[in-house]
Protein backbone atom coordinates (compact mmCIF):
# COMPACT_ATOMS: atom_id res chain seq x y z
CA UNK A 1 0.00 0.00 0.00
CA UNK A 2 2.45 2.33 0.74
CA UNK A 3 4.46 1.93 -2.88
CA UNK A 4 1.07 1.88 -4.78
CA UNK A 5 -1.59 4.39 -3.07
CA UNK A 6 1.22 5.88 -0.72
CA UNK A 7 3.63 6.86 -3.86
CA UNK A 8 0.87 8.08 -5.74
CA UNK A 9 -0.70 10.38 -3.21
CA UNK A 10 2.99 11.83 -2.52
CA UNK A 11 3.67 12.03 -6.17
CA UNK A 12 -0.07 14.11 -6.83
CA UNK A 13 -0.29 15.77 -3.68
CA UNK A 14 3.03 16.71 -2.35
CA UNK A 15 2.46 16.53 1.12
CA UNK A 16 4.68 18.50 3.42
CA UNK A 17 5.54 17.05 6.32
CA UNK A 18 7.24 18.37 10.10
CA UNK A 19 8.25 17.09 12.76
CA UNK A 20 9.01 13.37 11.06
CA UNK A 21 12.09 12.92 14.14
CA UNK A 22 9.30 12.44 16.76
CA UNK A 23 8.10 9.24 15.65
CA UNK A 24 10.15 6.38 16.77
CA UNK A 25 12.23 4.34 14.64
CA UNK A 26 10.86 0.95 16.60
CA UNK A 27 8.75 0.27 19.74
CA UNK A 28 5.09 0.98 20.53
CA UNK A 29 3.59 4.47 20.37
CA UNK A 30 -0.03 6.22 19.66
CA UNK A 31 -0.28 8.89 17.16
CA UNK A 32 -2.87 11.38 18.21
CA UNK A 33 -4.63 13.34 15.45
CA UNK A 34 -7.03 15.67 14.15
CA UNK A 35 -9.79 14.68 11.72
CA UNK A 36 -10.73 16.68 9.33
CA UNK A 37 -11.02 14.27 5.98
CA UNK A 38 -11.29 10.60 5.23
CA UNK A 39 -8.21 11.08 2.94
CA UNK A 40 -6.69 11.85 6.59
CA UNK A 41 -6.38 7.66 6.89
CA UNK A 42 -3.72 7.43 3.85
CA UNK A 43 -1.88 10.34 4.18
CA UNK A 44 -0.22 9.80 7.51
CA UNK A 45 0.84 6.21 6.72
CA UNK A 46 1.80 7.58 3.17
CA UNK A 47 4.60 9.75 4.85
CA UNK A 48 5.92 7.56 7.36
CA UNK A 49 8.59 4.94 6.84
CA UNK A 50 6.78 2.83 9.44
CA UNK A 51 3.47 0.83 9.39
CA UNK A 52 0.56 2.48 11.02
CA UNK A 53 -2.89 1.13 12.32
CA UNK A 54 -6.26 2.53 12.32
CA UNK A 55 -9.36 1.45 13.50
CA UNK A 56 -12.16 2.13 11.22
CA UNK A 57 -16.03 1.26 11.20
CA UNK A 58 -17.30 -2.32 10.36
CA UNK A 59 -19.34 -1.26 7.19
CA UNK A 60 -16.22 -0.47 5.47
CA UNK A 61 -15.80 -4.37 5.85
CA UNK A 62 -19.09 -5.74 5.49
CA UNK A 63 -20.75 -3.75 2.70
CA UNK A 64 -22.13 -6.64 0.40
CA UNK A 65 -21.35 -6.64 -3.70
CA UNK A 66 -18.57 -5.78 -6.06
CA UNK A 67 -18.18 -2.27 -4.60
CA UNK A 68 -18.16 -3.47 -1.34
CA UNK A 69 -15.85 -6.32 -1.55
CA UNK A 70 -13.66 -4.25 -3.33
CA UNK A 71 -13.67 -1.47 -0.05
CA UNK A 72 -13.09 -4.13 2.10
CA UNK A 73 -9.78 -5.24 0.43
CA UNK A 74 -8.41 -1.65 0.18
CA UNK A 75 -9.17 -1.40 3.65
CA UNK A 76 -7.35 -4.31 4.79
CA UNK A 77 -4.52 -3.81 2.53
CA UNK A 78 -4.08 -0.26 4.69
CA UNK A 79 -3.67 -2.05 7.77
CA UNK A 80 -7.69 -1.06 8.96
CA UNK A 81 -9.12 -2.87 11.62
CA UNK A 82 -12.77 -2.78 11.87
CA UNK A 83 -15.20 -2.01 14.43
CA UNK A 84 -18.50 -2.57 15.08
CA UNK A 85 -19.98 0.90 16.30
CA UNK A 86 -23.39 -0.05 16.67
CA UNK A 87 -23.17 0.38 20.61
CA UNK A 88 -20.95 3.02 21.85
CA UNK A 89 -19.76 1.27 24.39
CA UNK A 90 -19.02 -1.98 22.79
CA UNK A 91 -17.08 0.13 19.96
CA UNK A 92 -15.72 1.69 22.82
CA UNK A 93 -14.10 -1.72 24.38
CA UNK A 94 -13.53 -2.89 20.81
CA UNK A 95 -11.42 0.16 19.84
CA UNK A 96 -9.35 -0.12 22.86
CA UNK A 97 -8.76 -4.55 22.48
CA UNK A 98 -7.61 -3.07 19.15
CA UNK A 99 -5.29 -0.71 19.96
CA UNK A 100 -3.73 -2.97 22.79
CA UNK A 101 -3.61 -5.59 20.33
CA UNK A 102 -1.57 -3.48 17.90
CA UNK A 103 0.99 -1.92 20.71
CA UNK A 104 1.42 -5.06 22.24
CA UNK A 105 3.19 -5.93 18.58
CA UNK A 106 4.89 -3.21 19.32
CA UNK A 107 3.78 -0.94 16.69
CA UNK A 108 2.17 2.53 15.80
CA UNK A 109 -1.59 2.79 16.92
CA UNK A 110 -3.12 5.51 14.59
CA UNK A 111 -6.71 7.04 16.36
CA UNK A 112 -8.87 10.31 15.86
CA UNK A 113 -9.72 11.82 19.82
CA UNK A 114 -12.73 13.36 18.28
CA UNK A 115 -14.53 10.46 17.03
CA UNK A 116 -15.60 11.39 13.95
CA UNK A 117 -15.10 14.03 11.31
CA UNK A 118 -14.78 17.71 12.36
CA UNK A 119 -17.79 19.32 10.75
CA UNK A 120 -16.86 22.62 9.85
CA UNK A 121 -12.81 22.63 9.98
CA UNK A 122 -12.59 23.29 13.98
CA UNK A 123 -10.93 21.12 16.82
CA UNK A 124 -13.24 19.46 18.80
CA UNK A 125 -13.66 17.95 22.44
CA UNK A 126 -11.88 14.81 22.42
CA UNK A 127 -13.28 11.60 23.78
CA UNK A 128 -11.46 10.24 26.58
CA UNK A 129 -12.62 6.16 26.77
CA UNK A 130 -10.21 5.28 23.75
CA UNK A 131 -7.53 7.58 23.57
CA UNK A 132 -6.71 7.83 27.48
CA UNK A 133 -7.23 4.29 28.19
CA UNK A 134 -5.20 2.72 25.53
CA UNK A 135 -2.26 5.04 26.84
CA UNK A 136 -2.64 4.37 30.32
CA UNK A 137 -2.99 0.49 29.96
CA UNK A 138 0.20 0.32 27.23
CA UNK A 139 2.29 2.69 28.79
CA UNK A 140 2.83 3.69 24.74
CA UNK A 141 3.35 7.36 24.28
CA UNK A 142 1.26 9.61 22.75
CA UNK A 143 2.19 11.73 19.77
CA UNK A 144 0.18 14.54 18.90
CA UNK A 145 -0.53 15.09 15.26
CA UNK A 146 -2.30 17.39 13.12
CA UNK A 147 -3.70 17.28 9.48
CA UNK A 148 -3.76 20.73 7.71
CA UNK A 149 -5.79 21.21 4.76
CA UNK A 150 -6.96 17.78 4.04
CA UNK A 151 -10.43 18.91 4.37
CA UNK A 152 -9.79 20.76 0.77
CA UNK A 153 -8.81 18.17 -0.82
CA UNK A 154 -11.84 15.85 -0.25
CA UNK A 155 -14.37 18.16 1.80
CA UNK A 156 -17.15 15.44 3.26
CA UNK A 157 -19.65 14.10 0.41
CA UNK A 158 -17.05 15.07 -2.64
CA UNK A 159 -15.82 11.55 -4.21
CA UNK A 160 -13.52 13.36 -6.31
CA UNK A 161 -10.44 14.94 -4.87
CA UNK A 162 -8.96 18.59 -5.08
CA UNK A 163 -5.24 19.09 -6.33
CA UNK A 164 -4.33 20.92 -2.69
CA UNK A 165 -1.01 20.52 -1.32
CA UNK A 166 -1.88 19.15 2.53
CA UNK A 167 0.14 19.59 5.34
CA UNK A 168 1.06 17.22 8.82
CA UNK A 169 2.93 18.99 11.53
CA UNK A 170 3.83 16.05 14.06
CA UNK A 171 4.40 17.23 17.78
CA UNK A 172 6.80 15.86 20.57
CA UNK A 173 6.10 12.37 22.52
CA UNK A 174 3.93 13.09 25.51
CA UNK A 175 4.35 9.84 28.31
CA UNK A 176 1.95 10.19 31.13
CA UNK A 177 3.57 7.49 33.68
CA UNK A 178 2.40 10.37 36.34
CA UNK A 179 -0.97 8.34 35.52
CA UNK A 180 -0.10 4.97 35.91
CA UNK A 181 -2.95 2.74 37.05
CA UNK A 182 -5.39 5.13 37.05
CA UNK A 183 -7.03 4.41 33.46
CA UNK A 184 -10.13 4.06 35.66
CA UNK A 185 -10.70 7.36 37.15
CA UNK A 186 -12.58 9.67 34.80
CA UNK A 187 -10.94 12.86 36.21
CA UNK A 188 -7.71 11.47 35.14
CA UNK A 189 -8.58 10.43 31.67
CA UNK A 190 -10.39 13.86 31.27
CA UNK A 191 -6.91 15.83 32.48
CA UNK A 192 -4.55 13.16 29.90
CA UNK A 193 -7.38 13.46 26.47
CA UNK A 194 -7.46 17.33 27.26
CA UNK A 195 -3.47 17.67 27.30
CA UNK A 196 -2.86 15.79 23.84
CA UNK A 197 -6.59 17.60 22.14
CA UNK A 198 -4.20 20.94 23.60
CA UNK A 199 -0.95 20.24 21.55
CA UNK A 200 -2.89 19.31 18.98
CA UNK A 201 -4.86 22.59 18.53
CA UNK A 202 -1.18 24.25 18.72
CA UNK A 203 -0.01 22.23 16.21
CA UNK A 204 -2.80 22.80 13.68
CA UNK A 205 -4.20 26.17 14.78
CA UNK A 206 -7.29 25.20 14.63
CA UNK A 207 -10.46 27.02 16.46
CA UNK A 208 -11.40 24.44 19.45
CA UNK A 209 -15.00 24.00 20.33
CA UNK A 210 -15.77 22.76 23.79
CA UNK A 211 -18.31 20.22 22.90
CA UNK A 212 -18.20 16.48 20.78
CA UNK A 213 -18.06 16.93 17.25
CA UNK A 214 -20.89 14.11 17.04
CA UNK A 215 -23.23 16.63 19.18
CA UNK A 216 -22.44 19.61 16.56
CA UNK A 217 -23.35 17.13 13.82
CA UNK A 218 -26.16 16.54 15.55
CA UNK A 219 -27.45 20.29 15.65
CA UNK A 220 -26.32 20.79 12.20
CA UNK A 221 -28.80 17.97 10.91
CA UNK A 222 -31.73 19.41 12.97
CA UNK A 223 -30.81 22.66 11.75
CA UNK A 224 -31.13 21.59 8.08
CA UNK A 225 -34.26 19.55 8.84
CA UNK A 226 -36.09 22.77 10.24
CA UNK A 227 -34.75 25.40 6.97
CA UNK A 228 -36.20 22.36 5.03
CA UNK A 229 -39.45 21.68 6.96
CA UNK A 230 -39.40 25.88 6.60
CA UNK A 231 -39.02 25.82 3.34
CA UNK A 232 -41.59 23.63 2.32
CA UNK A 233 -44.07 25.40 4.34
CA UNK A 234 -43.29 28.28 2.65
CA UNK A 235 -43.52 26.80 -0.62
CA UNK A 236 -47.01 25.51 0.56
CA UNK A 237 -48.25 28.86 1.39
CA UNK A 238 -46.72 30.52 -1.48
CA UNK A 239 -48.51 27.45 -3.42
CA UNK A 240 -51.65 28.26 -1.53
CA UNK A 241 -51.60 31.70 -2.36
CA UNK A 242 -51.38 31.05 -6.44
CA UNK A 243 -53.45 29.11 -5.76
CA UNK A 244 -56.29 31.12 -4.44
CA UNK A 245 -55.46 34.22 -6.43
CA UNK A 246 -56.00 31.74 -9.81
CA UNK A 247 -59.29 31.37 -7.95
CA UNK A 248 -60.22 34.55 -7.45
CA UNK A 249 -59.61 35.90 -11.09
CA UNK A 250 -61.76 32.99 -12.41
CA UNK A 251 -64.65 33.69 -10.59
CA UNK A 252 -64.38 37.79 -11.70
CA UNK A 253 -63.83 36.72 -15.10
CA UNK A 254 -67.35 34.40 -14.46
CA UNK A 255 -68.93 37.39 -13.23
CA UNK A 256 -67.61 39.07 -16.32
CA UNK A 257 -69.24 37.46 -18.85
CA UNK A 258 -73.15 37.49 -18.48
CA UNK A 259 -72.75 40.80 -18.26
CA UNK A 260 -70.77 40.90 -21.13
CA UNK A 261 -73.61 38.68 -23.08
CA UNK A 262 -76.18 41.12 -22.09
CA UNK A 263 -74.81 43.96 -23.17
CA UNK A 264 -74.15 42.29 -27.15
CA UNK A 265 -78.40 41.28 -26.99
CA UNK A 266 -79.84 44.70 -25.89
CA UNK A 267 -81.71 46.31 -29.28
Do not use: C
Not at 65 to 71: A, S
Not at 106 to 115: C, K, R, W
Not at 143 to 148: D, E, K, N, Q
Not at 160 to 171: N, S
Amino acid sequence: MKVTVGGSLKLAFRPWVEGLEHVPAEGPAILASNHLSFSDSFFLPAVLDRKITFIAKAEYFTTPGVKGRLTAAFFRGAGQLPVDRSGARGAGEAAIRSGMQVLERGELFGLYPEGTRSPDGRLYRGKPGGLARVALASGAPVIPVAMIDTEKVQPPGKVVPKLVRPGIRIGKPLEFSRYEGMEHDRFVLRALTDEVMYEIMKLSGQEYVDMYATAMKRQLAEAAKAAKAAKTGRDAEKAAKAELARAEKAEKEARREPAAGRRRSDP
